[in-house]
């Protein structure tokens, strides 16, 4: 079965205390990125990759990193977490393959609180 | 910028009325359009896309979409709502030249009332 696996799926946390969360997805995408869900914004890009070791900035990266060492994983790195990064977080992966409509497929979301 | 703009961010309906949810988008170069639902305390799930041909697209619980280039809207409906339908709604585009990334619309949510 096609998935992009996320976790944890919960978390809260304490500002400043370093987490991770991780990917992972089984249908050999090139395309990864993470998003973050908060209410009125719809869903706004923090990272993508369009393969291993390729990795770029989307419209809101301040205060994540993330890598691709491996084409089937892609963690979001919260180095310093602060309150204004609680939010629902979801990975998503697809081929790449500009000028097509691919679809697109989407974890099941990280909540993650920091207080 | 490309932007997203969905009209309405919460819409209350009664169970086996009529719905409509507006989105219209900054640009007419070429797009890929979506409607991604999220059911409470659930993933995201594509209802419906357009890619090209029929400006009228279906999903399999009968909601319809329509494109309109001339006006820049995607918008969705649907002619009688189920309880079951009671989730939040999302309208995406995808611009050609821009690769993988979907650009979001802020959300409706829809509520379905007995």
């Known amino acids: 079965e096609a998935q992009v696996t996320q976790n944890p799926r919960y978390l809260i946390t304490v500002t400043g205390k370093k987490l991770t969360v991780t990917c992972s997805q089984n249908?050999?995408?090139?395309?990864m990125s993470w998003y973050r869900q908060d209410p009125g914004l719809g869903l706004r890009q923090i990272y993508y990759?369009?393969?291993?070791?390729?990795?770029d900035k989307g419209d809101v990266p301040e205060g994540y990193k993330v890598s691709r060492k491996e084409k089937r994983n892609f963690p979001l790195i919260l180095e310093s977490p602060s309150p204004n990064q609680t939010s629902l977080y979801f990975c998503?992966?697809?081929?790449?393959?500009?000028?097509?409509?691919?679809?697109?497929?989407f974890g099941e979301g990280s909540w993650l609180t920091v207080v | 910028a490309q932007s997203v703009t969905q009209l309405d961010s919460q819409v209350p309906v009664f169970e086996e009325a009529p719905v409509e949810l507006r989105c219209n988008y900054s640009?007419?170069?070429?797009?890929?359009l979506f409607w991604y639902v999220q059911y409470p305390n659930q993933g995201l799930q594509l209802l419906l896309k357009y890619l090209s041909g029929s400006t009228l697209v279906e999903s399999i619980n009968g909601f319809e979409a329509e494109f309109n280039k001339s006006q820049t809207s995607f918008h969705l409906r649907k002619p009688s709502v189920h309880i079951s339908d009671t989730a939040e709604y999302f309208c995406a585009v995808r611009y050609k030249a821009a690769g993988n990334k979907l650009t979001f619309g802020g959300g409706t949510r829809v509520l379905v009332k007995p």
């Open positions: 640009s007419s170069v070429s797009v890929y």
């Open positions: 990759s369009m393969n291993v070791e390729v990795t």
């Open positions: 998503a992966s697809s081929p790449w393959a500009t000028g097509t409509g691919n679809t697109i497929y």
């Open positions: 249908m050999n995408h090139e395309y």
